[in-house]
């Protein structure tokens, strides 16, 4: 038995090292962009470096879950880490951003695989008595390691070069990869089955689409340019060719069957719209010290200390409750501490204390955090074995999803309501000290120290003040997803982690 508990010991750290590598290099290029950029030029083409990575992971994710429940989950984690740790030693060599892009695609292929598999695969190893404890254990890191991903960057990037913000990910896939290798057996719950060729495609073609009108829209082009609005209209027929096909496929990359499970879809409709949210939160909040209180680029990523540990708490706490109480007892309350978070931080001004601000963020983190790790559990407790890949891994794409629209549309809103308040501040006749081919929508503009010091006292208050009110205007629409996360929350089905319930399936399977 002391052996069997060592063996899922290794196995729980490889899936720990994998998640951390994957969820930090969603956002750790964000503080060393800068950098990369300076040295390699091609500011025209950065926004890639993000974009390549995060259409390829969410393409990849509901491809990879479905093959390992047909295949095995093990050979397709380890592709998965082997592909991300070449992706990794490609762009630390990259010279130049389209080759940095590229490599960065590569990456996000092997993420897509691990995050996809990872959930389930603790499911499949865990003893039903210690799944909730463990659960907690991931969510908690795969929160904390969101969050701190901009701190760990910025600190590379200054005391050592940018390239190790992808160097570090090779010792660590190594060791992940040795660990996963030699401790985990090939799952023997799996079913071989037919391929569904078409979905696959249509699917990726349809996130390509979404994805890449999402993150150049309104920066590389307009977004009512042809460009964008073509990619638009190609999602949507992608789209819609993809429900027509999966509603007849055999064996289909995204069944929709599964969303019959009541507890299954209230909880991928919780994943959106709290994913949403919260990065409504993790954008602006940065946004708001440094540009409203003062606070330093340098310490960008301390400021969101406070919500990391908030999530960290509840992601835990969630994890231990969930073979007591029922998803939707552990998640309503702090759902509801997320709707009240985004409820105080509309009230924000440029006279706010940063310690009331501070409170404000704690209840946010508390908000979310257990959405972290109940929801992994909520989402696949209902189905086989054979179909708990397919399961997570459309959670996980629907969180991505509501996150990656979250940054956008909370964007164009915060961009919108700035441009106004500071156009209309500076309409009168302006001031000598404000450049006159300013872009007032562009917080990050607003925010560049050598430009911020051309302002005289005036100008920075009326920066500040629009900033401050166009923020927490923000919050306010944010508060949208946030309070239907916790409706939908209401109606989940009144179902627990039930380990007794799957003693003998554990059993069978090992």
């Known amino acids: 038995m002391s052996k069997e508990k060592n063996k899922v010991g290794f196995i729980m750290a490889g899936l720990l090292l994998s998640i951390l590598m994957a969820s930090m290099d969603n956002t750790i290029v964000a503080t060393a962009m800068g950098t990369i950029v300076g040295e390699m030029g091609g500011l025209d083409k950065f926004v890639w470096v993000t974009s390549a990575y995060m259409v390829t992971e969410m393409a990849g994710m509901p491809i990879f879950g479905k093959l390992s429940d047909m295949y095995g989950r093990k050979r397709f984690f380890i592709f998965g880490i082997v592909v991300f740790m070449i992706g990794s030693a490609l762009c630390g060599t990259a010279d130049s951003i389209v080759m940095l892009s590229i490599y960065r695609a590569v990456q996000g292929i092997g993420a897509g695989a691990m995050v996809s598999i990872a959930f389930t695969i603790l499911f499949d190893v865990v003893s039903p008595e210690n799944r909730g404890k463990m659960m907690g254990m991931f969510g908690a890191l795969f929160g904390l390691s969101s969050i701190a991903a901009p701190m760990v960057g910025g600190y590379i990037t200054d005391h050592l070069r940018w390239e190790w913000i992808f160097y570090i990910n090779l010792p660590l896939g190594l060791i992940a990869f040795v660990l996963i290798a030699l401790f985990y057996k090939k799952s023997a719950a799996h079913s071989r089955q037919s391929i569904d060729y078409l ?155 940063r310690v009331l601000v501070t409170v404000y963020m704690i209840l946010i983190g508390l908000g979310v955090g257990a959405t972290f790790s109940v929801l992994s559990t909520s989402a696949i407790q209902s189905f086989p074995a054979t179909q708990r890949g397919a399961a997570n891994s459309t959670l996980n794409f629907n969180r991505s999803l509501g996150m990656t629209l979250g940054i956008t549309i909370f964007g164009i809103i915060q961009s919108h309501l700035l441009t106004g308040k500071l156009t209309s501040a500076f309409a009168s006749g302006g001031s000598s000290s404000v450049p006159a081919n300013l872009d007032y929508g562009d917080p990050y503009v607003l925010l560049n120290p050598e430009l911020s010091q051309t302002f005289d006292a005036g100008v920075l208050d009326v920066v500040r003040s629009g900033l401050a009110s166009s923020i927490g205007a923000t919050f306010a629409w944010a508060l949208l997803p946030a309070i239907l996360a916790l409706v939908t929350a209401l109606f989940m089905s009144n179902e627990k982690l039930d380990p007794a319930a799957e003693i003998d399936s554990y059993a069978t399977a090992h």
């Open 199 to 353: 979905g696959a495609t249509l699917l990726v073609g349809a996130i390509v689409c979404l994805m890449m009108a999402l993150e150049l829209g309104g920066k590389q082009y307009a977004w009512g340019s042809p460009q964008i609005l073509g990619l638009f209209a190609g999602f949507l027929v992608l789209a819609l060719l993809l429900i027509f096909v999966e509603k007849r496929a055999a064996e289909p990359i995204i069944s929709f069957r599964m969303f019959q499970n009541r507890l299954y879809t209230t909880s991928n409709v919780i994943a959106m719209f709290s994913g949403a949210a919260f990065m409504s939160a993790s954008v602006f909040i940065p946004i708001y010290i440094q540009g409203v209180l003062g606070g330093t680029a340098s310490n960008a990523g301390l400021v969101l200390l406070p919500m990391m540990m908030g999530s960290v708490v509840t992601a835990t706490l969630g994890g231990f409750l969930m073979t007591k109480l029922s998803y939707r007892t552990i998640l309503a309350p702090p759902l509801f501490l997320l709707v009240a978070g985004l409820i105080l931080l509309t009230g924000i001004t440029a006279e706010s204390p």
